[in-house]
T-cell receptor, first 115, second 114 residues
Framework: DAGVTQSPTHLIKTRGQHVTLRCSPI?????VSWYQQVLGQGPQFIFQ???????GRGNFPDRFSARQFPNYSSELNVNALLLGDSALYLC??????????????FGDGTRLSIL | AQSVTQPDIHITVSEGASLELRCNYS??????LFWYVQSPGQGLQLLLK??????LVQGIKGFEAEFKRSQSSFNLRKPSVHWSDAAEYFC????????????FGSGTQLTVLP
């Protein structure tokens, strides 16, 4: 079975632009979480979606938004890009999103570079 | 707010030597605890997890971790390191019931000498 897939793998943008990152969860998984990993740091939680509803939000500005589609895939959108948004963006999926203890499975990420 | 501390930024061991990576967390209750490994340019792979029960948990690739409530620690161990274990290791915690919203430590980079 395919794992979590993210696209694109690499992306270069300039300051002020907008970007959309995409994530397809493992088949049967209904929960998707997004993380930002700045070089040299651990990942930081951005959003969690389950059954197309936002279930959690980390400490990120409103320039960051996300949504989940009926097929459980997800998009992360970032507006008005700043140099500090340069990072590896990771998507993770799990079967359930409320309670339970199924761990998350991570994709290989999208490397976003802001010039 | 919960937090995770990995005090060792970089550890170097010889192949075949034992390994212990430290992790301390700050949280009022016992959270869910995880160790992940990340190879260059790749995502995170789950090594092991602790939710409740036996405080010594076994994971993949010969890793184990021990939860010590009194020390708020969840240290990762391996009795004999292989060259392929060279990678970055992250400890993570989650509130019980929110295992999809992880707080990560800053990571420990492991170098393995031949």
């Amino acid at each position: 079975d395919a794992g979590v897939t993210q696209s694109p793998t690499h992306l270069i943008k300039t300051r002020g632009q907008h970007v959309t990152l995409r994530c397809s969860p493992i088949s049967g998984h209904k929960s998707v979480s997004w993380y930002q990993q700045v070089l040299g740091q651990g990942p930081q939680f951005i959003f969690q979606y389950y059954e197309k509803e936002e279930r959690g939000r980390g400490n990120f500005p409103d320039r960051f938004s996300a949504r989940q589609f009926p097929n459980y895939s997800s998009e992360l959108n970032v507006n008005a890009l700043l140099l500090g948004d340069s990072a590896l963006y990771l998507c993770a999926s799990s079967f359930s999103g409320i309670g339970g203890n199924q761990p998350q499975h991570f994709g290989d990420g999208t490397r976003l570079s802001i010039l | 707010a919960q937090s995770v501390t990995q005090p060792d930024i970089h550890i170097t061991v010889s192949e075949g030597a034992s390994l212990e990576l430290r992790c301390n967390y700050s949280y009022g209750a016992t959270p869910y605890l995880f160790w992940y490994v990340q190879s260059p340019g790749q995502g995170l792979q789950l090594l092991l997890k602790y939710f409740s029960g036996d405080t010594l948990v076994q994971g993949i690739k010969g890793f184990e971790a021990e939860f010590k409530r009194s020390q708020s620690s969840f240290n990762l161990r391996k009795p004999s390191v292989h060259w392929s274990d060279a990678a970055e290791y992250f400890c993570a915690v989650a509130l019980s019931g929110s295992a999809r919203q992880l707080t990560f430590g800053s990571g420990t980079q492991l170098t393995v000498l031949p």
